[in-house]
């Protein structure tokens, strides 16, 4: 993860994003000397259905009331000219001349821009201004956020019309081909697709999803461990190669499988003694996430809210014990969260090694649940987390101010 922004987020109000629009497009006039035009892509929250997307599983995320801004105007020649408020830098580089990555955050435009390209979809050079109020590194998807904000900007501005799935793709695309980094569609999908109020069923096969309403009972409560462990994308990056052996393997006595998402829990217990153990216990965690991911999507549309908290409870079991990227903060918080009275279920979310828990929480209780886990999981590790409701918000988009 490339820093991008590392402000404190607390609940924000329709007041603070217009805030953000203002002094976005007040402070791009003074730079540019132009009136731009804004666009916003939101973060994402994932209720349930962690590491299931590289393998053509179910996921339940729902982009959230957080966002990346980008104020974008064309210019005459081909360059990209980008200046990010939050932290203060300016990157230019040449449309015509292959980027090389710079190993910062202006490595998520430069890869949207050249995806763009290679796509056939010639972009007009322009002035980007960024700003945003995701935290980086929480696992609430700032980067997936950044590089759909701009791959707005750079594709309205020259008047090009790319539908949104082709635009998720293509974000996904640069983080795995330029940045480096071999996520799956969720985060741009979530960007892209989310709905008010819904949360999103995902077919990250078909690239389908369903809008799931969270019923008005309920709330999602995020808390931030403040946990950043380095070995993240290493550990990401080897979880995908593990489950793609454990596909090889299964293939050579189950006909017709091309991912995890083909196989079923009885065929994967019959075939225990073929897998290494490893490989065998990763296997599980995403067959069995599928399953749970499935199960928590219809227990929500009955408003079944304490099923689907006992499953968001068995999904960290299963990211801790089978597939390992859990760690000891993430562990103590989601335990502190079960603890609180209101709270159905609290599983860490995203790649995991750090970032957030979210806990689906009763809405009457929701403001004492995450003031509660701001005193007792600070206290527990000496300083003062964020904790924050998130609204299921729409996905992204162009900004009329
Ligand atoms: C990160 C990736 C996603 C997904 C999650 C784990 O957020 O960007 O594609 O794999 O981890 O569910």
């Known amino acids: 993860m490339l820093p991008l922004f590392d402000i404190r987020v607390t609940l924000r109000s329709d007041g603070c994003r217009m805030k953000i629009a203002d002094a976005l497009e007040a402070r791009f006039g003074e730079t540019f000397s132009r009136v731009p035009r804004l666009f916003r892509a939101p973060g994402r929250v994932n209720l349930i259905g962690e590491h299931t997307d590289y393998n053509d599983g179910f996921a339940l995320p729902a982009a959230i009331d957080l966002a990346v801004w980008t104020a974008a105007a064309p210019r005459a020649d081909r360059r990209l000219h980008m200046h990010s408020l939050a932290m203060g830098e300016t990157f230019e580089f040449d449309l015509d001349a292959a980027p090389a990555p710079a190993a910062n955050w202006s490595d998520y435009v430069r890869g949207v821009a050249l995806m763009l390209e290679r796509a056939g979809y010639r972009s007009e050079g322009a002035d980007l201004m960024i700003d945003g109020d995701l935290p980086m590194g929480a696992g609430l998807s700032a980067s997936a956020a950044l590089e759909?904000?701009?791959?707005?900007?750079?594709?309205?501005?020259?008047?090009?019309?790319?539908?949104?799935?082709?635009?998720?793709?293509?974000?996904?695309?640069?983080?795995?081909?330029?940045?480096?980094?071999?996520?799956?569609?969720?985060?741009?999908?979530?960007?892209?697709?989310?709905?008010?109020?819904?949360?999103?069923?995902?077919?990250?096969?078909?690239?389908?999803?369903?809008?799931?309403?969270?019923?008005?009972?309920?709330?999602?409560?995020?808390?931030?461990?403040?946990?950043?462990?380095?070995?993240?994308?290493?550990?990401?990056?080897?979880?995908?190669?593990?489950?793609?052996?454990?596909?090889?393997?299964?293939?050579?006595?189950?006909?017709?499988?091309?991912?995890?998402?083909?196989?079923?829990?009885?065929?994967?217990?019959?075939?225990?003694?073929?897998?290494?153990?490893?490989?065998?216990?990763?296997?599980?965690?995403?067959?069995?996430?599928?399953?749970?991911?499935?199960?928590?999507?219809?227990?929500?549309?009955?408003?079944?809210?304490?099923?689907?908290?006992?499953?968001?409870?068995?999904?960290?079991?299963?990211?801790?014990?089978?597939?390992?990227?859990?760690?000891?903060?993430?562990?103590?918080?989601?335990?502190?969260?079960?603890?609180?009275?209101?709270?159905?279920?609290?599983?860490?979310?995203?790649?995991?090694?750090?970032?957030?828990?979210?806990?689906?929480?009763?809405?009457?209780?929701?403001?004492?649940?995450?003031?509660?886990?701001?005193?007792s999981y600070g206290e527990a590790i000496g300083a003062t987390p964020s904790a924050f409701c998130c609204f299921p918000a729409p996905g992204a988009g162009p900004v009329e101010t």
């Open 148 to 375: 759909v904000s701009v791959a707005y900007a750079l594709t309205r501005i020259a008047g090009l019309d790319v539908d949104r799935l082709e635009l998720a793709k293509l974000c996904q695309r640069a983080e795995n081909e330029f940045v480096g980094a071999r996520c799956g569609v969720m985060d741009q999908y979530a960007s892209c697709f989310g709905v008010a109020g819904r949360l999103l069923l995902l077919d990250c096969r078909t690239l389908r999803s369903k809008p799931i309403p969270l019923p008005a009972s309920a709330r999602l409560v995020v808390c931030d461990s403040t946990a950043r462990h380095r070995i993240a994308d290493g550990e990401y990056n080897r979880r995908r190669e593990e489950c793609e052996r454990a596909v090889a393997l299964l293939s050579k006595h189950i006909d017709g499988i091309a991912a995890l998402r083909d196989v079923t829990r009885e065929q994967l217990e019959r075939r225990e003694g073929d897998l290494p153990e490893i490989v065998f216990r990763r296997a599980r965690h995403v067959v069995g996430e599928n399953e749970r991911t499935l199960r928590a999507a219809a227990a929500l549309e009955v408003g079944d809210l304490a099923e689907c908290g006992r499953l968001m409870d068995l999904s960290h079991a299963s990211l801790r014990d089978d597939y390992e990227v859990s760690c000891s903060e993430l562990d103590l918080l989601a335990r502190i969260a079960r603890g609180l009275r209101g709270v159905h279920g609290a599983r860490m979310m995203g790649g995991g090694f750090g970032g957030c828990v979210i806990c689906l929480v009763e809405a009457e209780a929701a403001e004492r649940v995450a003031a509660s886990l701001r005193k």
